[in-house]
């Protein structure tokens, strides 16, 4: 009779907190195509447009599912294992209908990941690093976003970069990934929380912001304004949490940033609420 793993209560949240975390960065099965329309533009009409002079079922599309995004954009969403292929051939016929129109951006939205390299010797340069996450990613220049070497206490460098997560998953699969001659440490870093960049607040975006504060020009590291987070030199201060009196050693939207919501803080209504506005005013 085979052994049995008998594992407790702590145990098995973390297991299926494991297994749900697992799942939240797998691929998407669909891929999608965006429209932006700025100014004055309707989507109505430009929709009008595009279905007039677009014809999907040429390019193999049979369905195609529509959903607006919290910046107000419309996505369309198209399913199926031949999908990435489909929505590039669809954006790119989009793309020459609009190119006479400045107000009408076209875009192939991806899943994103953040991934975190470390152990880099002093010759490894941003370019190696491009050369190899492109390399062996699978994945175009125009996809990665390459956050600055910055050197540790070992005296090895250490660098965040921003790509596709399908080319994340790869990089990151063993936990070691070779650039030049040295094997260096690489990390898939959790997902980012939803944050508003004009107030900083969790769970929603800058077009659905309604608070009267704007931090857009404060630095999310340390809190103060005058310079941008990659140039910061002073300690982490969180003013989200530091104003609901929680601890606030850390980054504005970090994976240390978990304040109460707006919504509710000791059992009053905040936000937007005429004695939340007072209590904020003189705190300020």
Not at 8 to 34: D, M, N, T, W, Y
Not at 84 to 100: G, R, T, Y
Not at 187 to 208: A, D, I, M, S, W
Request: overall charge positive; charged content about 30%.
């Amino acid at each position: 009779m085979p052994w049995t793993k008998v594992l407790g209560r702590k145990a098995r949240k973390v297991e299926k907190k494991e297994k749900v975390e697992e799942r939240s960065r797998r691929i998407p099965r669909s891929a999608a195509v965006q429209i932006s329309c700025r100014g004055n533009t309707s989507y109505a009409e430009t929709m009008r447009r595009a279905k007039s002079q677009v014809d999907i079922e040429s390019i193999g599309i049979g369905e195609i599912r529509p959903r607006k995004t919290r910046t107000g954009a419309l996505l369309l969403e198209i399913p199926g294992s031949e999908s990435q292929d489909k929505a590039n051939d669809l954006a790119n016929k989009l793309k020459e209908v609009f190119k006479d129109q400045e107000n009408v951006l076209i875009s192939r939205p991806e899943k994103m990941a953040d991934v975190r390299l470390r152990d880099l010797e002093e010759s490894v340069s941003k370019k190696d690093i491009m050369q190899t996450v492109t390399t062996v990613g699978k994945c175009m220049a125009e996809t990665v976003k390459l956050g600055e070497i910055i050197p540790t206490f070992n005296g090895l460098g250490t660098l965040w970069l921003r790509c596709p997560l399908a080319a994340a998953n790869i990089i990151t699969k063993t936990g070691r990934i070779k650039i030049g001659w040295t094997m260096g440490r690489v990390e898939l870093l959790p997902e980012r929380k939803t944050q508003c960049y004009r107030c900083f607040e969790l769970g929603h975006v800058r077009n659905q912001c309604r608070s009267e504060i704007d931090r857009g020009r404060t630095c999310y590291r340390c809190g103060q304004e005058g310079h941008m987070a990659k140039e910061c030199a002073f300690r982490a201060h969180c003013l989200i949490c530091s104003e609901r009196n929680l601890s606030a050693n850390h980054r504005m939207g970090g994976p240390a940033c978990n304040p109460t919501p707006l919504k509710r803080i000791n059992g009053e209504k905040t936000g937007n609420s005429e004695e939340f506005k007072q209590k904020h005013r003189k705190k300020g």
